[in-house]
């Protein structure tokens, strides 16, 4: 018997840490970690202890006989790494931290953001000797694009949190949430009372299309749109039409598939999520029968990871649907597939698919149409979106082991009255640091911040998560970042660094307080959430999510009277 690892993996690397054998790759320590969309578990040399299954907190390994059919593409997967990625002998030490035995009582360091790579900063902080971290979060809720990015339906990978609530018990850790840097504290005023600031706001704008029509009502960012439907305070006021039977998504990454799915969906296999319950109201009213996907370059480039892809196939009452000329080999496709360099999962990618594309209809109510080598041209209509213009594409070698989609003359008009694009998140700027605009990162040299005109470092200023590289990898992936910048850190500060703090706690506490009144602590949180928790038991569901910022405010308060 082997184990296998599925959908829900999440790239935390906590399995390899466990694992007595060496067979789960990649491993933090190896090149293709940060890159890849899923771990491995090697089958010839899995003993079947079953160490990774007791410590991977998304329950995302399983032992090969208890596979499901939808499941067992994993098989595959898995093995198909070790084919392309054959192991060494030695396997280095990803473990390693320079100040791990110091003392660094007297070290502070802020946080701002409260996402999963602030959490892992976190933790990799109060695991040593000495630090205090204190992490500000403008929301009252903290955890990121987990609570408001993961779609509702995947509640084993949002369970990632669970590993988080350690740190309320940290007497070196202190959340403070409904606090925005730039409002209700400055930068500078962080740096004058910390040795250290950790930025890890991750990257929430939406990328544009730049064609006519784009501004049209019924054109949206899908970042929007998973906003509404998870319930961020910010985006619940928002509405979607969905009168509509087709709705056309641009862009085939993860996030893109996740919509087509939550609007493709059966509402009743909702109703145990924690969608956020307008949504799922709007969503009972849908009439939405067919979602088409598409995407500018070729399958072998698709956004999206072979785990999406393969739950997507498994929706009850959809017809997958992909055109064979679309996904067929052809001597470009061939070249990308025979590189050394190609990840192994790409291979899988285009084989799933070109399957796909030979399965026969179903004749299901429902239809999700993938299509590829394809790129928006325009968005027609009066007063709202009533149809796209896309042009088909080819792919042609740029000379740098890559490709470039070409526009042909070939083009056609697909009618549709709701267009969501999905072409990328963006970071924001943030008030006291240089920004990239064009790459929607603050700039930094493996975390530590630059100035952009100089290219020096500013002391003690640092970001990890999005910010930091992009939009990028899995929830799991900035745990690896993380620990790359507490490195940096650390080296900073045993180098003696970072400076001397001019101000201490109980000031910088009483100036925010006098300028946001309004904050909760992480017991405050653990409040809310045992609230929005009690609710959803009562329902059948998940939990009920509080949307509005009062009501969470007041749901803390009620239990803590």
């Not at 319930?231 to 996740?258: C, K, Q």
């Amino acid at each position: 018997m082997t184990y296998v690892i599925t959908q829900p993996c999440c790239n935390d690397a906590s399995c390899v840490a466990v694992c007595p054998v060496d067979c789960i790759h990649p491993t933090p320590a190896e090149a293709p970690f940060m890159r890849t969309e899923m771990l491995h578990i090697d089958p010839e040399a899995c003993i079947d202890c079953g160490a990774c299954v007791e410590v991977c907190p998304v329950l995302a390994i399983k032992p090969d006989y208890e596979l499901e059919a939808e499941d067992e593409p994993y098989l595959e997967l898995n093995a198909d790494y070790f084919r392309v990625h054959p192991m060494d002998d030695a396997i280095p030490d990803f473990r390693s931290n320079p100040a791990r035995g110091e003392d660094l009582s007297g070290l502070r360091v802020a946080i701002v953001g409260s996402g999963p790579s602030a959490l892992y900063a976190a933790m990799g902080l109060v695991d040593l000797r000495g630090p205090r971290v204190r992490m500000y979060e403008r929301l009252y809720t903290p955890y990121g694009l987990v609570r408001f990015g993961v779609a509702p339906d995947h509640q084993t990978t949002k369970a990632v949190t669970s590993q988080f609530a350690s740190l309320e018990r940290s007497a070196a850790f202190e959340l403070t949430l409904g606090v925005e840097v730039g409002v209700h504290v400055s930068h500078e005023e962080l740096m004058a009372h910390h040795h250290a600031v950790i930025y890890a706001v991750g990257a929430s704008a939406d990328r544009t299309l730049g064609i006519a029509g784009e501004d049209l009502p019924g054109s949206h960012a899908a970042t929007e749109f998973v906003a509404w439907y998870n319930g961020h305070p910010e985006h619940t006021h928002r509405t979607f039409d969905l009168s509509g039977e087709r709705a056309v998504i641009i862009g085939n990454g993860n996030v893109a598939l996740d919509v087509a799915r939550i609007l493709l969906l059966d509402p009743a296999e909702l109703t145990a999520s924690d969608i956020a319950p307008h949504a799922l109201e709007a969503l009972r009213d849908s009439n939405i029968r067919e979602v088409v996907v598409i995407g500018r370059r070729g399958i072998a480039q698709a956004g999206y990871t072979n785990p999406e892809m393969i739950a997507l196939c498994g929706l009850p009452g959809v017809d997958v649907v992909i055109d064979g000329d679309e996904v067929k080999s052809d001597e470009v496709m061939q070249s990308i597939l025979d590189d050394p360099d190609t990840e192994s999962s790409v291979g899988f990618k285009v084989r799933f698919g070109q399957e796909v594309a030979g399965r026969a209809s179903s004749g299901n109510p429902k239809r999700l149409v993938l299509r590829y080598l394809q790129s928006p041209t325009r968005i027609n209509g009066a007063d709202r979106v009533a149809s796209i213009d896309i042009v088909r594409n080819r792919l042609e070698p740029d000379g740098h082991g890559s490709c470039t989609a070409v526009a042909t003359a070939d083009s056609e008009t697909i009618d549709t009255s709701l267009v969501l694009r999905s072409v990328g998140y963006s970071g924001t700027a943030q008030p006291g640091l240089p920004f990239d605009a064009d790459l929607g990162i603050v700039p930094n040299v493996d975390g530590r911040v630059v100035d952009p005109a100089t290219g020096e470092v500013l002391p003690g200023v640092y970001v990890t998560g999005w910010i930091k590289r992009g939009p990028s990898g899995v929830i799991g992936t900035n745990k690896k970042c993380a620990e790359d910048t507490l490195g940096l850190l650390m080296q900073d500060h045993l180098a003696g660094g970072l400076g001397v703090v001019e101000g201490d706690a109980a000031e910088l506490a009483a100036l925010i307080a006098q300028r946001q009144p309004e904050t909760l602590d992480f017991a405050d949180w653990t409040r809310v959430d045992r609230a929005e928790r009690d609710a959803g038991r009562a329902l059948g569901r998940a939990r009920v999510k509080f949307v509005d910022p009062q009501a969470m405010l007041d749901a803390a308060r009620a239990e803590s009277l």
